[in-house]
């Protein structure tokens, strides 16, 4: 597996290269140590993790763009010596060292789009969108196989190619927690009221600054919320807001303990972004899998699933509307229940990891057959 981020640890990545490794399957990482530019090889559990520079900052677009060559060269170099059936490439930024690896080694090519990597980055590459975007759709044409997390991306992702992608969402192979543990968990992290949460990427175009700004003590919300980012400062030193609690970082065990915990799950994504308008959220599928409602932003496609099974709730990317939307669902208690109850369903036929795991190993069956 090619990943350009160092791995500490990838969520969508590590329940892939543990399934694969379950099946049987020998697995390696070849991540990109651009926090510390420190080669280093490590394990997780049975996964092996080879970490390779340059270091490179996460949020400087040039400079990204000058080494992240280097990076496929260093995992050029260091694939000559390992002995693989399969490459497997996450997201675009590894695709063009995996194939050139596939060329060399005469060995099939698994591309895994996380969205559409041109739509991602987008504000950041100006002008240069057109050209990046012509050379994503280029390179996986060229891919033996591809996967994808969402039906929509699917149908992007198959112009151009003989075969649909195949679905593998990363949802969590987990069953709902008790009353008795989700109760643990607020106390543990000193959670009272009615809790809404925010757990993912600190970052522009997901609600944060607006989620901060929402509530005022006297609504009896506990604003919760978790992970890292640029709006991280933002958020650890934001005055006046006792309402708000910061637990900082967190594992992806303890994040969907902390989803359990919740009342009502934040997963509004800016409909401005096109990925937001195709993808589907980690936070959704956790909800849903731990029979949470959540709410979400009217336009993404992931809301029109959300009205028609009635799993949460959908409302404006707008301040007002969101606050709005809240404090009826506080008064609605059974009725958070019923959404949370429709979801559980709704996942486990459709969406449970169970489903794409099996779709992940096809793929792989397909390729090592071909």
């Not at 709005?324 to 449970?352: I, W, Y």
Request: with cysteine.
């Amino acid at each position: 597996m090619l990943l350009a981020n160092p791995y500490r640890p990838d969520p969508r990545v590590r329940i892939e290269a543990k399934a694969l490794a379950d099946a049987g399957h020998r697995v390696t990482i070849l991540a990109w140590s651009r926090d510390t530019g420190d080669a280093e090889s490590t394990k997780d559990g049975e996964v092996d993790i080879v970490r390779i520079g340059p270091r490179c900052p996460f949020r400087s677009v040039a400079k990204m763009i000058m080494r992240l060559p280097m990076y496929w060269l260093f995992a050029l170099r260091t694939s000559g010596s390992m002995e693989f059936d399969i490459i497997h490439s996450h997201d675009l930024d590894t695709l063009p060292a995996g194939l050139m690896i596939g060329w060399l080694r005469d060995k099939p090519v698994l591309y895994d789009a996380h969205e559409l990597y041109a739509a991602m980055v987008k504000d950041d590459v100006g002008p240069m969108f057109g050209p990046l975007q012509m050379l994503e759709s280029c390179l996986v044409r060229r891919a033996d196989a591809v996967v994808t997390v969402s039906d929509t991306l699917a149908h992007e992702l198959s112009k151009g190619r003989t075969e649909k992608p195949s679905i593998v969402m990363t949802s969590p192979d987990i069953a709902p927690l008790s009353d008795a543990e989700a109760k643990a968990v607020r106390e543990k992290y000193g959670l009272t009221g009615f809790v809404v949460s925010y757990l993912g990427s600190l970052e522009p175009g997901r609600f944060v600054e607006d989620l901060l700004d929402a509530f005022t003590p006297e609504d009896g919300v506990t604003v919760l919320v978790a992970g890292k980012g640029s709006l991280e400062k933002k958020v650890r030193e934001s005055p006046g807001r006792s309402q708000v609690k910061y637990v900082g970082a967190v594992s992806t065990d303890d994040a969907l303990r902390l989803t359990a915990a919740s009342d009502l799950v934040t997963a509004m994504m800016d409909p401005a972004n096109p990925n937001n308008v195709v993808g589907t959220p980690g936070k959704i599928l956790n909800s849903m899998a731990l029979a949470k409602p959540y709410i979400t932003t009217q336009g993404l496609d992931i809301a029109e699933m959300t009205g028609r099974v009635g799993s949460g709730i959908v409302v404006a990317y707008d301040r007002t509307r969101f606050r709005e939307a809240v404090l009826r669902s506080k008064q609605d208690p059974k009725g958070l229940t019923e959404m949370g109850r429709r979801g559980r369903e709704h996942f486990a036929s459709h969406m449970s990891w169970a489903k794409s795991r099996g779709e992940l190993l096809e793929a792989y069956e397909r390729l090592l057959g071909a």
